[in-house]
């Protein structure tokens, strides 16, 4: 169950954590493949998995229940803890 | 005349005055409205009830005890009877001769908008909206603890996770309200309200009944006169002291014996935090950050401590800075952690004074005067000593002064081989190691061990940080 808490900090900063900086090279580190569940998203994803995987890159494949609304915090988690790096597929 | 009476089953007084209710339902002059808590078929043989499933009537109501007869004019109380007795009863409503065979007396039972298992639950549902700042959901996977750490909210030990339940629950410690700025927090300026203090008080591990003294140190360290921002950003091992003076201590069962300076006590150590927690994450201030201590000190962490003014000789600290005895303080000193003061020895307050002095000429440099205050606390068995002998406190301090005053000649650069020192023109003069009220005496600690303890200073004075001393509201 999603738990709440308050902000005990003056506000300032995002609630969400920094991104972490752009790698040089995709050799070696985990690539996750979020489809934000738009039409084809799919489509080019399954693509890039190909392109990636022929380049001995691991991957892993996720999607948003809908692309209305943001990823929800479990999934954002998943991503954050499995993955390197994310490549969101954004629109169709 | 509109009457509305909040019942429920469980309770006994309830269920016995069920005939009376339905006296009233019947009665010409009456409108009733019966508010039942746990049962919409109770009670029975009344027009209009409404089952208060949610609580929302009663907690809105103020209601604690049911039975609970309110009379109502244009939905707005006009008065009140708790628990059944019939002739108020009768006065109250203007019906004679209620609930014939019943007994005339009965007390009512808790009402379910007080349960200890709900209370909290329903005050989360009815007043999280009052609570401003932002919310920040943690994921499924997370661990709370960690999640706290993950966020930069810690000082480096486990916090409480500041839920909505304990925020509220916290400020049931204030009659303040949440959105009321409480000081604005260096070193970034931000106004911080009470539902800011209240949340770090929270990660603190504090108590609600801790939230005034919290409240009260975060207003006197966000002073000019205290200067938190320069405390912070000193590399000086440094840091906010508290002294707690006043009924407060007792209150909210603080230590002032064995161990005072030592862990174990929870207000002790949590309320000197939840002032470091809300400098760190209201006000910015972090360690490498805008805090440049070259070494720091474990008491950054939290320090806090209450005078045990009952078995002092002297007068407590907050009456000698000018407030009444039953007021209850709280004084913040830019303090460094404490050191001990040996003398097992002295039996006669000349001697011990003079031990005093010996140890108090080295705070922070033995040939640095008039720069660093210091706090002396005296341990029971040394404050016997004064006491015995019929010291006054301005006595013991007028002495130290007079023990304390540095040749020029010692402490000027490069005397005994020391380059620290004052500058040579003071070769020829005496020097006090105290500014005037420089010195803070105050008494704490255990019943055995004829020791005391010294707290060395920062920067004192004007341009530096003053210790301030504030009254603590509820």
Known sequence: MTRTVLDPTSERSPAHRERVARPSSLTGLKVGLLDISKARGNVFLDRLEELLTARDVTVSRFAKPTFTKPAPIDLRHEIATQCDVVIEALAD | ?474
């Open chain 2, 1 to 474: 005349m509109n009457l509305v009476a909040v019942v429920k089953r469980d309770c006994p007084t309830c269920s016995l005055i069920e005939p009376v209710l339905k006296q009233l339902d019947a009665a010409m002059d009456v409108t009733l409205e019966v508010v039942t808590q746990d049962d919409p078929a109770f009670p029975s043989g009344v027009t209009q009830v409404q089952f208060d499933d949610d609580l929302f009537y009663s907690y809105h109501h103020d209601i604690e005890t049911v039975p609970t007869l309110l009379r109502v004019d244009e939905g707005v109380e006009q008065s009140r009877l708790v628990g059944w007795k019939r002739d108020e009863w009768e006065s109250f409503t203007g019906v004679p001769d209620l609930g014939p065979g019943l007994p005339d007396w009965r007390p009512g039972c808790g009402s379910l908008s007080v349960d200890p298992s709900l209370v909290d639950e329903l005050r989360t549902r009815f007043e999280g909206h009052r609570l401003k700042a932002r919310r920040v959901d943690l994921a499924d996977l997370e661990d709370d603890i960690e999640a706290m750490f993950d966020r930069g909210w810690s000082d480096g030990l486990p916090v409480v996770p500041p839920t909505e339940t304990r925020v509220l629950r916290m400020l049931q410690g204030t009659t303040r309200a949440p959105d009321e700025i409480v000081a604005v927090v260096p070193p970034d300026l931000v106004e911080c309200t009470v539902e800011k203090v209240a949340i770090n008080a929270v990660l603190a591990g504090c108590l609600p009944e801790y939230l005034p003294v919290v409240l009260t140190a975060v207003e006197a360290a966000c002073t000019d006169e205290f200067n938190m921002h320069g405390l912070l950003a000193t590399t000086m091992p440094v840091g906010p002291v508290m002294i707690v003076n006043g009924p407060v201590r007792q209150r909210i069962g603080m230590n002032a014996g064995v161990n005072v300076l030592g862990q174990g006590n929870r207000a002790n150590s949590t309320i000197g935090r939840a002032l470091q927690l809300t400098v760190r994450n209201v006000g910015g201030g972090r360690p490498g950050g805008v805090d440049r201590a070259t070494q720091g000190n474990p008491g950054k962490l939290s320090f806090c401590f209450p005078e045990d003014e009952e078995g002092s000789p002297f007068e407590p600290l907050h009456v000698e800075r000018g407030f009444a005895p039953d007021a209850s303080t709280i004084t913040l000193f830019p303090g460094e952690g404490p050191r001990g003061l040996v003398d097992q020895l002295s039996r006669d307050p000349e001697s011990l004074a003079r031990s005093f002095a010996a140890c108090l000429r080295t705070v922070q440099h033995p040939k640095l005067p008039m720069v660093f205050d210091a706090i002396l606390i005296i341990g029971p068995e040394h404050g016997r000593v004064f006491k015995e002998a019929g010291w006054t406190k301005a006595q013991l301090k007028e002495r130290l002064h007079e023990l304390t005053l540095l040749d020029g000649a010692e402490i000027i650069r490069g005397a005994h081989g020391i380059a620290e020192g004052v500058p040579e023109g003071f070769k020829d003069v005496q020097l006090p190691k105290f500014r005037p009220d420089g010195l803070l005496i105050v008494h704490a600690g255990g019943g055995a061990g004829l020791f005391s303890t010294i707290i060395g200073g920062w920067a004192n004075g004007e341009t530096g940080s003053q210790p301030t001393t504030r009254e603590i509201r509820s």
